[in-house]
């Protein structure tokens, strides 16, 4: 019972606080904005498509949650200027970022479109720079805040067949780990939430492949909400980096001390995948 409500009092420290999160339109960043609109946080929504943001924004005031919807590409740097002064209009600050939003399109390196890896590089890393830098600079000036970057796993170690998607995360990981050294001593926290493969449309999309299905099966996603409490552990106790789920680091601590092994590890990963699957289907 205390454990219960020691956990209520840091889900509701949020209680008013201003909470942007950019990819809210569907899977975590949705998940995670209702989940700061159920703690009484003023949410912000933002993507591409009002009438998905619409929807959000509904279940939230339906939960007595303040919500501001704000359209933008956060691919297009002057449309997340554009955003955050929306927010400074309505709300005249910015508590908590989460950067979200992000794109995956899965090939092999050898056959990967050098277009479709400009697009992940335009969302999952321009995107979250552009985001984090009129952010950071708000947040300084208050001298408070917290960004949470969403990166994965995958950027972390190298897996085919993501090898654009890779690069873009472990881009983003390097940018998040070099803006932490650049903030060090200073009120304003970033934050890294790596997570494994989970259950939302963009990862629903990718059903159709073979390949990533051998690498990992469907029955072994996690929920969006297994990433929302990393998010809010991440923000609430300022954590530096917390992976999605515990223990899931492992193959990267592996990776770093012994590559090749880790590799081997992959491969058998995917062959047991493949067996899984055989029998599934039997």
């Known amino acids: 019972m205390e ?19 950019t990819g809210a339109s ?6 995670t904005a209702l989940a700061f609109a159920a703690a009484g946080a003023r949410v912000v929504l933002i993507a591409r498509r009002r009438d998905m943001l619409d929807d959000v924004a509904s279940l939230a005031r339906q939960s007595g949650a303040e919500a501001l919807v704000v359209p933008a590409d956060v691919t297009e740097r002057a449309q997340v200027q554009a955003a955050f002064a929306t927010v400074d209009d309505r709300f005249g600050r910015v508590d908590v970022v989460v950067n979200n939003a992000g794109i995956l399109l899965p090939a092999t390196v050898l056959e990967l479109d050098p277009a479709d890896l400009d697009r992940m590089l335009r969302v999952n890393l321009f995107g979250a720079l552009f985001v984090m830098q009129e952010s950071v600079r708000r947040m300084r000036a208050r001298k408070r805040g917290c960004v949470v970057n969403v990166a994965s796993l995958a950027g972390r170690r190298g897996v085919s067949p993501l090898g654009g998607y890779c690069a873009s995360k472990f881009a983003l990981v390097g940018l998040t780990e070099a803006l932490r050294t650049e903030l ?13 493969v989970v259950e939302t449309p963009m990862v629903d999309a990718m059903s ?7 690498l990992w099966p469907n029955s072994l996603n996690m929920p969006p909400s297994w990433v929302v409490w990393a998010v809010f552990a991440a923000a609430r106790f300022q954590l530096v980096e917390v992976s999605v ?12 001390l012994a590559p090749g092994v880790a590799d081997n590890v992959v491969h058998w990963a995917k062959q047991l995948s493949r067996w899984l699957a055989a029998g599934s289907r039997g």
């Open 208 to 214: 159709a492949d073979p390949e990533f299905l051998e």
């Open 26 to 31: 569907s899977g975590i960043g949705r998940a």
């Open 3 to 21: 454990d219960g409500a020691a956990a209520m009092a840091w889900y509701e420290s949020f209680r008013g606080q201003v909470v942007v999160v």
């Open 184 to 196: 060090h001593g200073e009120p304003v926290h970033v934050a890294l939430v790596m997570p494994g």
């Open 245 to 256: 789920p515990p223990g899931a680091a492992a193959l990267e601590k592996l990776a770093a």
